[in-house]
């Protein structure tokens, strides 16, 4: 009679844990963007913007500009240069550039993070290699650029922000199409 009671016991609470579990998968990711919008990490952006250019030459802005490959991504992947200073309110642009060292095509996207977090809603981008994916041939090597504007309604402390984009392959899931060379009349 004792072991049937520490048996239910035992499962009643490998049962809890495993609600438990289930509960906080279900809770992480919301957990997860109040605990980066606390800390002021990963700063998502928005998408496309088109708004008034008003230039605020009373002030400048250190712009940042880092790149990173996921892990498994072979591509060379960099910014043309490591920083820019800019106006708030004026258009920008930087050049990323990006190689496929493989023998084979290859599907890749960007994903970007603005660095202070809550400084995102202010940076936007009006042309983005973000918005698309981009699909390499062997040893093909395209510059692609982006195009943005630091709102003029950021903050006066900010004077640094940090514009990173993280590459991913996704070959996988989107295959990239190949031309048929061989195609006849």
Same mark, same amino acid.
């Given at each position: 009679?004792?072991?049937?009671?520490s048996l239910?016991?035992?499962?009643?609470?490998?049962?809890?844990? #495993?609600?438990?579990?289930?509960?906080?998968?279900?809770?992480?990711?919301?957990?997860?963007?109040?605990?980066?919008?606390?800390?002021?990490?990963?700063?998502?952006?928005?998408?496309?913007?088109?708004?008034?250019?008003?230039?605020?030459?009373?002030?400048?802005?250190?712009?940042?500009?880092?790149?990173?490959?996921?892990?498994?991504?072979?591509?060379?992947?960099?910014?043309?240069?490591?920083?820019? #200073?800019?106006?708030?309110?004026?258009?920008?642009?930087?050049?990323?550039?990006?190689?496929?060292?493989t023998d084979?095509?290859?599907?890749?996207?960007?994903?970007?993070?603005i660095s202070?977090?809550?400084?995102?809603?202010?940076?936007?981008?009006?042309?983005?290699?973000?918005?698309?994916?981009?699909?390499?041939?062997?040893?093909?090597?395209?510059?692609?650029?982006?195009?943005?504007?630091?709102?003029?309604?950021?903050?006066?402390?900010?004077?640094?922000?940090?514009?990173?984009?993280?590459?991913?392959?996704?070959?996988?899931?989107?295959?990239?199409?190949?031309?048929?060379?061989?195609?006849?009349?």
């Open positions: 009679m004792a072991d049937s009671i239910k016991k035992l499962v009643t609470r490998l049962l809890l844990v #495993v609600a438990s579990m289930f509960v906080f998968g279900f809770v992480l990711v919301p957990i997860y963007d109040v605990m980066c919008k606390a800390f002021g990490i990963n700063g998502k952006t928005a998408g496309q913007y088109e708004g008034e250019q008003v230039v605020d030459t009373s002030r400048q802005i250190r712009v940042q500009f880092l790149s990173t490959n996921a892990v498994d991504m072979v591509w060379e992947f960099y910014p043309k240069a490591d920083d820019m #200073v800019i106006n708030p309110g004026a258009v920008n642009e930087m050049i990323f550039v990006a190689r496929n060292p084979h095509p290859m599907s890749a996207q960007a994903i970007p993070s202070p977090g809550d400084s995102a809603v202010y940076f936007h981008k009006t042309e983005c290699f973000c918005f698309t994916q981009q699909v390499l041939q062997p040893g093909e090597r395209i510059e692609m650029p982006v195009r943005f504007i630091v709102d003029r309604e950021i903050s006066k402390d900010v004077k640094h922000l940090t514009l990173a984009y993280t590459l991913f392959d996704i070959t996988a899931r989107h295959p990239p199409v190949v031309a048929n060379t061989n195609a006849g009349p």
